[in-house]
């Protein structure tokens, strides 16, 4: 039996990435890709999941949910790493659909048409997350499993000394969502940093001939020569990438129970996880957090994951 999941994301090449893996796993069941803001603006993480979608043309096409704009101007972006419309700067087309539903509605539908099966994984900010909770507070009862994507247990932030991305660009959400009595998985960056792919990954990846190589081999150049420019490394980490794998094959990491918070203020702490190791009745444990993983056997994974994409396509 398949299982349900929704992708949450901020598209961003490594999100990208992450939705061809899933959409063509013969585990899994993609009902919906919401969009939300984050590494580029919310229209345009709306229009890059509609155009990964006709780039790839699944089978079956799940349900789209827009994000929403923001109360307030997203602190940063990633359009240095991801390009200006996030994909490369490809500029790939996108046919409008008519249907525009709230990504927080579309989540809380199809959370509760299965209750209890859906596994969401969120590779962007908790925004869609959080206001999924405030439309539907019983969501916890009947949401499967929140793989999220983000944070730092002991490595360095990557948008500021102490933050990672994700939680950075809304901490408040992430708060709620940390907080909340969701069965939550985190991947923070301790774990997908672990996990590289060399300049060799690109010869591994499928060719042009289908339609998910073609895709790949026009947006992955993108994101080694922007590392390589603004973060001087020799090689990129397709964090989402590694997130999903944690959902798909969690024996490919250690995982620890932790009781883990956000910082939502502060110069040089916004957006900060903090996690109470003190043995304290206060301390209990909200999440299991991906504390390590075997690196070549992850990308292997998406490796495999992007094998059958292309046989699909
Ligand atoms: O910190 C990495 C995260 O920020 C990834 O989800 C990447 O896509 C960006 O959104
Ligand atoms: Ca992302």
Do not use: W
Request: proline share 7%.
């Amino acid at each position: 039996m398949t299982r349900k999941v929704i992708i949450d994301c901020d598209p961003g090449i490594d999100d990208a990435v992450a939705l061809c893996m899933a959409l063509f796993d013969p585990r899994l069941e993609v009902v919906a890709v919401t969009a939300v803001g984050g590494n580029v603006s919310p229209e345009q993480a709306t229009r890059n999941v509609q155009a990964i979608l006709d780039q790839l043309d699944p089978p079956r096409r799940p349900r789209i949910g827009c994000a929403g704009e923001t109360a307030n101007p997203l602190p940063a972006d990633a359009r240095h790493i991801f390009g200006n419309d996030g994909l490369g700067n490809n500029d790939f087309p996108c046919i409008e659909h008519h249907q525009r539903h709230p990504a927080e509605k579309v989540i809380c539908d199809e959370v509760r048409a299965a209750p209890n099966q859906v596994t969401v994984v969120a590779c962007g900010p908790l925004t869609n997350i959080a206001r999924a909770l405030m439309r539907d507070p019983d969501l916890p009862s009947v949401i499967g499993q929140l793989v999220i994507m983000g944070g730092t247990v002991s490595a360095p932030g990557n948008v500021t000394p102490a933050a990672e991305f994700n939680i950075y660009c809304d901490p408040a959400s992430a708060r709620t969502v940390f907080r909340s009595a969701m069965t939550k998985t985190l991947v923070p960056l301790d774990v997908t940093t672990q996990v590289v792919q060399t300049f060799d990954f690109l010869d591994q990846i499928p060719d042009e001939s289908s339609r998910a190589g073609s895709f790949l081999r026009k947006t992955l150049p993108y994101l080694y020569r922007s590392h390589r420019q603004y973060l001087g490394e020799e090689g990129i980490h397709l964090h989402d990438a590694v997130a999903l794998v944690a959902a798909t094959d969690r024996e490919l990491f250690e995982l620890k129970q932790m009781s883990g918070d956000v910082e939502v203020s502060g110069e040089l702490t916004r957006g900060a996880t903090v996690f109470d190791r003190r043995r304290l009745p206060q301390s209990r444990p909200n999440m299991e957090v991906a504390v390590s993983a075997d690196g070549a056997a992850v990308t292997d994974c998406i490796l495999r994951s992007l094998g059958e994409a292309a046989r699909a396509t």
